[in-house]
């Protein structure tokens, strides 16, 4: 009887965390003894292939991945402010108020310690499957061929996930003889620009052998497709174009200690028009393949005439948390062993039954007010560009009618700041008075469940220390809206996205803008994205009626910043803003505002709407990247620490 991926892969991220992780320095085979072992027929090469997806699929706690826990988006109580024993690491979230180090850096995915993935160690298995996928004589060579572009690429991968938090790194290819010298282990750093061929090489072999899309969901889902390679290799190289590490001058004189520098001294703008083909090819093969933007679809428990509003809520919802099989713009997603199991960290109590049940749920992951600021208006502008939209006020109190009923709870008091916002604000973020349409009720939207979160007597209110939002803002968009939380904890689980077709779209309009592309070019793919959010045109927002900035869009720098928002709301909480931001350099203009939330517990809303701020964060330009544990440079003197550090 065959056995499906998901079962195999579980198998083996049990055994691989069971074994304890080496310095990189050790870049020698795990357990030598046992490699003919492994590959002693089809079935134990098949496991040794599992192992290498193994890293890929413990790094599924978004709170683990920088992209998500150090870029403002969502923060987390300090450490005398939380009683957490339900076993979430603040690692992350911490490193915003200064605790990052170089002594015992937080998220080390260059040792594998503090919350991080041990990634080199990941390599060395790669690099293992390679020098020995011919020992197995009974591995046909098609099938042979699959398993050699499946590591391929992972190898690459683990490189790229180095390469973003660490920028230039060193390349490990081969494994070393078990009896290599000292000497011939201390590695040292690549240049950058080394760093990126050797990656896109990788994912350049595996393509042709890799199938475009998996035709057996059910027994290999979650495995490398030529959809998923050709998008990673567009990631790949828009990141090595954009500023983080294309010409950075605070990078100038950065260089290993025989004077090789790691970084380009100039901007190349022709690592625009690279990355440009790649995100080409990229979008022309999911389209060609039948990706499109993912629309919902009511289900038989809906009323036939689910009202509009709902409808474009849901879409934006379950663009995220609809079954990878049934949704159309899914490229990749991860862990498809267990699901999206963490819901309970994102929602709040939403009943009496759910306010008596605080051990199935935290809620704890709290969304900062600026955030919720960064989505427009229902006219696709920012807020503070909508000539329609009363900024000043935003904090003014509102009650809501029922012109607003799917939206805010009809007669509920709030701010103005809730009203008038696009789509994808209501699916993103849950907020005091904000409607939540699911949660098992799904017969009468008029009645929907609603937050109530003013003071602790309020269903959504702060109960004790390790139940509290911080904010008064929960993270929406993670969590099922067919997921229940009430007496108990009915989870219906999804697939959480390392890339989407709506991201594609998006990075393929920034790269073209930075060519220079004329905007009549770039619109489109910007476009089609605000369509699906059902939110105006740029050209239709931006009007002189409507627009204190009509003319934004025509420049080169208007229309960056307008690309730059557009991906920062239709990604948020996917772990990918974080990344942009950093490799934009625009993170610390970010962290320089106070992190700010209302003031929870309150019951009254004009005590309750006035912003407090939690803290300041803490973030310079030696954070961009990330610091090498200062323990690894007495045992490798080739090494470089990152600047400033």
């Not at 939207?445 to 008064?472: E, L, M, R, W």
């Not at 910043?561 to 990604?571: D, K, N, P, S, V």
Request: net charge neutral; glycine share 6%.
């Amino acid at each position: 009887m065959k056995t499906s991926y998901s079962k195999f892969l579980y198998m083996a991220v049990l055994i691989i965390s069971t074994v304890s992780c080496k310095k990189y320095l050790n870049v020698t085979p795990d357990n030598v003894g046992t490699i003919d072992y492994a590959f002693r027929n089809r079935n134990e090469a098949e496991n040794y292939l599992f192992t290498c997806y193994s890293t890929l699929q413990q790094m599924n706690t978004p709170w683990l991945d920088a992209g998500f826990s150090t870029s403002g988006e969502i923060i987390y109580p300090a450490p005398n402010e939380i009683n957490d024993n339900q076993g979430l690491n603040p690692v992350g979230f911490n490193i915003m108020r200064g605790t990052q180090n170089a002594g015992k850096p937080g998220l080390n995915y260059w040792d594998g310690t503090e919350g991080g993935q041990a990634i080199f160690k990941a390599i060395r298995r790669c690099n293992t499957m390679l020098e020995n996928i011919d020992k197995p004589i009974d591995l046909g060579e098609s099938e042979k061929k699959r398993w050699i572009a499946e590591t391929k690429f992972l190898k690459a991968y683990y490189h790229f996930y180095l390469f973003r938090m660490y920028g230039p790194i060193p390349i490990i290819d081969v494994n070393l003889p078990i009896n290599s010298s000292i000497e011939d282990v201390k590695v040292k750093r690549a240049p950058v620009d080394s760093v990126v061929n050797y990656m896109v090489r990788l994912i350049d072999e595996a393509i042709p052998n890799l199938p475009i899309q998996i035709q057996n969901p059910q027994l290999e889902l979650g495995r490398i497709t030529g959809l998923i390679a050709l998008s990673v290799k567009a990631q790949i190289l828009t990141t090595a174009a954009s500023p983080l590490f294309n010409g950075n001058p605070d990078y100038i004189g950065f260089s290993n200690k025989d004077g090789q520098p790691l970084f380009n001294q100039a901007k190349d703008n022709t690592k625009w028009d690279r990355a440009a083909q790649a995100c080409s090819e990229a979008l022309n093969a999911c389209l060609a393949n039948g990706l499109r933007l993912h629309t919902f679809t009511p289900t038989a428990a809906m009323p036939a005439n689910l009202p509009k509003e709902l409808k474009d809520v849901l879409t934006m919802q379950t663009a995220i948390t609809e079954k990878w099989e049934l949704n159309t713009e899914l490229i990749w997603g991860l862990n498809p062993v267990f699901g999206f199991g963490l819901q309970e960290r994102f929602i709040p109590r939403l009943s009496a039954a759910s306010a008596t049940n605080l051990s199935s749920a935290q809620g704890t992951l709290s969304v900062p007010i600026a955030q919720q600021e960064l989505f427009y208006t229902a006219n696709g502008l920012p807020i503070e560009e909508d000539k329609t939209w009363d900024y000043r006020n935003r904090y003014a109190l509102k009650t809501a009618t029922a012109t607003d009923q799917y939206h805010v709870h009809n007669g509920y008091e709030t701010v103005a700041a809730h009203f008038k916002r696009e789509p994808r604000f209501y699916a993103a973020i849950a907020f005091d008075g904000g409607v939540w349409y699911g949660n098992g009720e799904l017969n009468n939207p008029t009645n929907a469940f609603y937050v109530q979160a003013k003071g602790t007597t309020s269903y959504a209110g702060p109960k004790d220390q390790s139940h509290t939002n911080i904010t008064g803002y929960w993270v929406k968009k993670l969590v099922n809206y067919l997921t229940v939380y009430g007496t108990q904890m009915t989870y219906e689980n999804f697939h959480f996205p390392l890339m989407r077709l709506s991201d594609l779209y998006l990075m393929y309009a920034e790269v073209l803008n930075e060519q220079g592309k004329n905007y009549s070019e770039v619109l489109p793919y910007i476009d089609i994205v605000r369509a699906r959010a059902n939110i105006p045109a740029i050209e239709d927002a931006y009007t002189p009626a409507l627009s204190t900035n009509p003319s934004k869009y025509t420049t080169q720098s208007g229309l960056r910043q307008i690309i730059h928002q557009e991906r920062r709301i239709e990604l948020a909480f996917e772990c990918v803003p974080g990344w942009d931001l950093r490799r934009w350099k625009e993170l610390q203009g970010v962290m320089s505002k106070p992190i700010q939330g209302w003031n929870i517990y309150n019951e009254q809303s004009v005590n309750y709407y006035r912003p407090l701020t939690l803290f300041v964060p803490v973030f310079s330009a030696k954070n961009y990247l990330w610091p090498i544990n200062s323990d690894n440079f007495p045992v490798n003197n080739n090494l470089v620490q990152n600047p400033l550090w």
